[in-house]
């Protein structure tokens, strides 16, 4: 079976970091573009970011861009985003999501994880 | 990039029809057969419903159907059923190359 597990949500402090992990399995990893998507709760969906297979090719949304970071483990099947500078209006739950196999471009969000809340507040 | 367009809700009674459109612009959803959509039951994650505008996932079920003519994508629910009432969000990929989601639509079964 297709999963992905996600871990690293809470509450912290705006200004600080977090870094959110999405644990793949039932597949192979190496082989799929890999998305970050967000939505505050009650509200729409967000792109955040994405990431080719191999690392080489990388997107993020402008609202993210430099202050978010994507990455990933091929060898441990793990995605990231490391979240840094938060602001209040980064509180969202965050899902990961699997592309298709490749580049990241063209593509959809299929399965999802499950959300990690993320909460940004003094 | 703005969110793509969709009407906030709609509404059928069980075994009817009913069609969500998605309205971008040509440097989405016009310019890319890229549209996919997603159902979004209550605390839960998205599902995946319908990809490059027609194509429906292995495992979703033949009541969900969808189309494009310029720069409208549409998802048409036929015989509807109350496990379909959810939201439902359409996306695609821009020439931005970014992606964008729709304004998402809360379908009802009356």
């Known amino acids: 079976e297709v999963q992905l597990v996600q871990s690293g949500g809470g509450l912290v402090r705006p200004g600080r970091s977090l870094r959110l992990s999405c644990a793949a399995s039932?597949?192979?990893?190496?082989?799929?573009?890999m998305h970050w998507v967000r939505q505050v709760p009650g509200k729409g969906l967000e792109w955040v970011s994405s990431?080719?297979?191999?690392?080489?090719?990388?997107g993020y949304a402008d609202s993210v861009s430099g202050r978010f970071v994507i990455s990933r483990d091929n060898a441990k099947s793990v995605l990231y985003l490391q979240m840094n500078s938060l602001r209040p209006e980064d509180t969202a739950f965050y899902f990961c999501?699997?592309?298709?196999?490749?580049?990241?471009?063209?593509?959809?969000?299929?399965?999802w994880g499950q959300g990690s809340p993320v909460s940004i507040s003094s | 990039q703005s969110a793509l367009t969709q009407p906030a809700s709609v509404s059928g009674s069980p075994g009817q029809s009913i069609t969500i459109s998605c309205t971008g612009t040509?440097?989405?959803?016009?310019?890319?057969?890229?549209v996919s959509w997603y159902q979004q039951h209550p605390d839960k994650a998205p599902k995946l419903i319908i990809y490059?505008?027609?194509k429906r996932p292995s495992g979703v079920s033949y009541r969900f159907s969808g189309s494009k003519s310029g720069n409208t994508a549409s998802l048409a629910i036929s015989g509807l059923q109350a496990e379909d009432e959810a939201e439902y969000y359409c996306?695609?990929?821009?020439?931005?190359?970014?992606?964008?989601f729709g304004t998402g639509t809360k379908v009802t079964v009356l």
């Open positions: 996306s695609t990929f821009t020439s931005s190359s970014s992606y964008v």
């Open positions: 039932g597949f192979t990893f190496d082989d799929y573009a």
């Open positions: 490059d505008v027609i």
């Open positions: 040509s440097s989405d959803v016009g310019g890319y057969n890229s």
């Open positions: 999501a699997r592309g298709r196999q490749g580049s990241w471009g063209f593509n959809w969000f299929d399965p």
């Open positions: 990431i080719s297979r191999d690392s080489g090719s990388l």
